[in-house]
């Protein structure tokens, strides 16, 4: 960990070819002239922030960073070339039906070894229903063309608890996922957000228990395929976690970039203007929170409790210079005595059900 | 003014039939002051009180107005209020009237309370003007309006005015029957002073103002004066009338209807219906009529955070100050912390409370389910009357209990007698008579418990009705049934705020459904929680809240942070509102389940 800079960044393209109905995210249906003048601002940034080039991971992220045109495509990987140097993982978001051929090979001749898919779901309706335009032959496409590409780290979005879904065509799906070998997966529970198209068409999820049926039956389904469960929703074989999304959950400094991106350097944290128009004009316009400790040490547990390992007890200290045993001493030993946290030397980490219920653990974090 | 020449009446009628139109119509129709000035003087005279914390109330306007006959009259129009709950208030108005001008709606005909408020006023001995009104509606029937008044209370509405309030067409024609038809006031100047309080209302600097009329006798200021009921003795500092403009006087001759004021400090003082008399030569007997009120719905009021207890109390001393019926008392509930247990003269009075109290002095308040008092009497021959299900001794001690009656009156359209038996049926009521009054419409006569009236027997009815049936009701005493206290337990443990007093035929469905109702409002927690109906330790319904299995963020990176925190500061706020009854966390809403079960459980 590079003590002075961040040594992770975070890039985002804020365009997609069609917009879905769960996502509340920073996005607009891609127009081949918003996005040369949008890469023109990305460009912009870049020459006026002046990154650290020592960066360990690179994730680029969206919106759909392929809905780009290939021209485009390579523009952005030609902007983020000098950073890329010395990462170990350098991800890319794809939605399968936006990755040609063309784009695969850029992406492989640029460096970018692993892609992070949105499959959602193998069932057509259920797609449908979400807006998404691919089925799961184009993922299974997708990956073939990125293995083939010499870009075999990928993981898969999968989505559950949706309106109308039914265990069996959850079950269904992660088989066709699990079918793809894929070293990740993500699993997310649908929430319904309120600047969403379903938020907006009053859409709920499923009832709680239903989706705690399906939350239980993912964990089994896919420990015994190997497997390791190590964040709340994430799933990686063969020790390949995603390194850069680990640096949120160890609540470390990464850069954010592109129009609507969030970033975290030492105790502020910026938040990018998520209109497009006002990015343009001027792509350091920014919003800037300064956190207290108090605010530190609750974000620092709110994301370490989502992995398995749980929060770092030495890395706290390092960070902060206080440890969380002095911070938090009532709250985690009530919290330990009703079952839901661990807390040994080294790590302060949930049970299995604490880990269910982090909400119910953090919100009594609050002061 | 010569007492030959005034006029002293009041306007009654059923709900919405039109009678703030006419008042209005009335006022302008008669005032010396241009239509334009008076409202202009209104408002601004409104505004200044305001400022000085009065509660505005017209309750009796004089105006002059000159008859047909060229002779000048001066008129007391004295305001009724105008609910059931209120019916003492309203005969005592009565009381200090001659006439009554009877609005009856063209499109609607004879309401409940049009004869509830007609036998009010015939008790009064008072000479009653019918009165057509909104004549200009297509749908107005005024022939058929008028034969219905005939036949149903018999009186003679040969001539009476068919008018439309709105539009001012034949106000005049209520005017000069007005004059016409209402006897001057009787009594004499020179006799000792009687008069009839017949409102009153607290100004922060004068204290209480009593509003009289003067039976016999007369009232000037400098006068020491004792009211005769509550025995209190004061000197009129000063009198007046309104019209509508406050204006003093030296002396309120006999017949007049005005105000006084005396450095009253307690509106308990000053008992509507009570008689006022000089302190020095008073009149040997107070006029008849005077009744104690005493409330007949009670509840828990608590505040929703527990810091302002304070300012709900300080909250109910303002209120109370112009509001001798209602009463309180401080309360501690084990669930909802410390509040009042409130009296009021019925569920409209209450509703007027709690919202005064939300709107007016900002409170979030908890309010638990409405009682009333029953009389426990026990073994060892004494009697209790319990306000709150809670206090109510265990059964064991008990010889019997019993519940406050109504009579009922509704009156309703053909169409709907079935629905509306059937909703009497349910509510414990006992049939007694059933008249056709007209062509298509009925008077149904029930005897009901009245804390079934208070358990929104008003909504139910409107609905199964279609809004066509109307009610008035009497409280006739109190009657022995099999009354069982039924307690709400979460997690083993009971809730003191979510008893109810209940007839034991009933007590297994209620019970059933306010579990099943908890159960929906309460939201699952780390730990299974049992929801069980008890009569005295017998368990007689039971659920079970399912534990919660999970409660996490789907996703959260380096972008989510603060959308995702502020989430969870969400929820923290929505935990701290809830109320925690041990280890349970228990929104406020479930509070009041036991309220809204009825209407929506069958």
């Not at chain 1, 749980?310 to 390092?318: E, I, M, N, P, S």
Request: charged share 25%; proline share 3%.
């Amino acid at each position: 960990m590079n003590a002075e800079h961040p040594d992770a960044l975070y890039v985002h393209i804020p365009f997609c070819r069609h917009i879905c109905w769960y996502c509340d995210f920073c996005r607009t249906v891609y127009s081949e002239a918003q996005a040369d003048a949008f890469l023109a601002a990305l460009d912009k940034e870049f020459s006026l922030r002046k990154f650290s080039v020592q960066l360990d991971t690179i994730y680029v992220g969206g919106g759909t960073p392929t809905s780009l045109n290939e021209r485009q495509l390579e523009r952005l990987l030609q902007l983020l070339a000098p950073y890329a140097r010395e990462v170990r993982e350098y991800t890319v978001e794809i939605n399968p039906e936006t990755l040609s051929e063309e784009k695969a090979a850029l992406l492989a001749e640029y460096g970018v070894n692993r892609a992070s898919i949105g499959m959602q779901s193998s069932d057509a309706g259920l797609l449908k229903l979400m807006n998404r335009r691919h089925t799961f032959t184009d993922v299974q496409s997708c990956t073939e063309r990125l293995q083939r590409h010499g870009i075999e780290n990928f993981s898969l979005d999968l989505m559950y608890s949706l309106p109308g879904q039914t265990m069996k065509m959850l079950e269904s799906s992660v088989e066709d996922a699990l079918s793809l070998n894929p070293y990740h997966l993500s699993l997310y529970s649908l929430s319904i957000e309120e600047n969403s198209v379903f938020g907006k068409r009053g859409y709920e999820a499923l009832d709680e228990e239903t989706e705690a049926d399906m939350y239980e039956y993912i964990c089994r389904r896919l420990q015994q395929a190997g497997y390791e469960h190590y964040e709340t929703s994430n799933f990686a074989r063969d020790g390949k976690r995603s390194l850069h999304n680990t640096v949120y959950w160890q609540y470390r400094d990464f850069y954010g970039a592109g129009c609507g991106a969030s970033g975290k350097e030492g105790n502020v944290r910026y938040d990018l203007t998520r209109s497009l128009k006002e990015y343009i004009q001027d792509p350091l316009k920014r919003q800037d929170t300064v956190l207290t400790p108090q605010e530190q040490y609750f974000e620092a547990l709110m994301m370490s409790l989502r992995l398995r390992e749980g929060l770092d007890k030495a890395r706290f200290f390092r960070m902060f210079g206080v440890s969380i045993d002095d911070v938090y001493r009532d709250e985690i030993a009530e919290e330990c005595r009703r079952g839901m946290l661990v807390n040994t030397d080294e790590r302060l980490y949930c049970t299995d059900r604490g880990w269910n219920l982090l909400n119910e653990i953090l919100v009594d974090f609050i002061a | 003014m010569d007492q030959n020449h005034i006029r002293n009446f009041c306007i009654i009628a059923h709900i919405d039939h039109g009678k703030s139109t006419l008042a209005d119509r009335i006022l302008e129709m008669t005032d010396t002051v241009k239509e334009r000035d008076m409202k202009a003087q209104i408002l601004d005279e409104m505004e200044l009180e305001r400022e000085r914390g009065i509660t505005i109330k017209l309750n009796a306007v004089q105006l002059s107005y000159t008859a047909k006959n060229g002779e000048e009259y001066l008129f007391n129009l004295i305001d009724t209020p105008g609910h059931v709950d209120f019916s003492y208030e309203v005969s005592r108005s009565l009381a200090a009237c001659e006439g009554a001008v009877l609005v009856v709606d063209a499109t609607q005909g004879v309401q409940a309370q049009t004869l509830a408020n007609t036998y009010l006023a015939l008790d009064n001995d008072l000479e009653i003007i019918p009165v057509i009104n909104k004549c200009d509606m297509p749908s107005a029937r005024p022939d058929f309006v008028k034969q219905e008044i005939e036949n149903i209370i018999g009186l003679d509405c040969s001539d009476a005015p068919e008018i439309s309030a709105r539009t001012g067409v034949n106000v005049d024609e209520v005017l000069e029957q007005i004059v016409e038809k209402i006897p001057a006031p009787g009594g004499r100047k020179d006799r000792p002073l009687q008069a009839l309080v017949f409102d009153s209302f607290y100004d922060s600097y004068r204290g209480v103002i009593a509003l009289v009329r003067i039976r016999e006798g007369q009232l000037s200021v400098g006068d020491r004066i004792r009211f005769m009921a509550t025995g209190a003795e004061y000197e009129v500092l000063e009198a007046g009338i309104r019209n509508p403009k406050e204006v003093p006087v030296r002396t309120l001759g006999c017949g007049d209807v005005g105000w006084f004021a005396a450095s009253i400090k307690s509106i308990q003082d000053v008992q509507v219906g009570d008689t006022v008399t000089s302190a020095v030569k008073g009149a040997e007997d107070p006029l008849p009529g005077y009744k104690h009120m005493n409330p007949m719905v009670f509840c828990g009021f608590y505040p929703s955070d527990a810091a302002r207890y304070g300012d709900l109390r300080d909250a109910l001393d303002k209120l109370k100050l112009n509001d001798a019926a209602l009463v309180y008392e401080p309360e501690t509930s084990q669930a909802l912390g410390f509040g009042f247990r409130c009296g009021f003269l019925g569920l409209l009075h209450m509703d007027v409370i709690e919202e005064r109290l939300e709107r007016e002095y900002g409170l979030d308040l908890i309010a638990t389910a409405p009682s009333v008092i029953y009389h426990v009497y026990l073994s060892d021959g004494t009697m209790l009357a319990i306000d709150n299900p809670a206090k109510m001794p265990d059964a064991s001690k008990i010889d019997r209990v019993e519940e406050p009656y109504v009579r009922a009156e509704i009156m309703c359209p053909d169409t709907y007698i079935g629905s509306v038996m059937e909703l009497c049926q349910g509510k414990r009521g006992i049939y007694k008579d059933m008249q056709v009054i007209d062509a298509g419409r009925n008077s149904l006569v029930y005897e009901l418990p009245l804390s079934e009236i208070i358990f929104d027997f008003f909504d139910r009815l409107k609905s199964c009705s279609k809004g066509y049936a109307s009610l008035d009701y009497e409280v006739i005493g109190y009657r022995r049934n099999d009354l069982v206290r039924m307690d709400i337990l979460l997690n083993g443990e009971q809730v003191d705020a979510l008893s109810v007093i209940i007839h034991r035929s009933e007590a297994y469905a209620r019970g059933s459904a306010i579990t099943v109702k908890l159960k929906q409002l309460i939201p699952k927690q780390q730990f299974e929680i049992p929801v069980q109906a008890a009569i005295g330790g017998k368990v007689i319904a039971r659920t079970n809240i399912k534990s919660l299995r999970k409660n996490v963020l789907a996703k959260c990176y380096g972008g989510d942070i603060s959308r995702k925190k502020k989430l969870l500061e969400k929820q923290k706020e929505g935990k701290k509102r809830m109320k925690a009854v041990g280890s349970v966390i228990v929104p406020q809403e479930a509070f009041m389940a036991v309220l809204s079960m009825d209407s929506d459980e069958r």
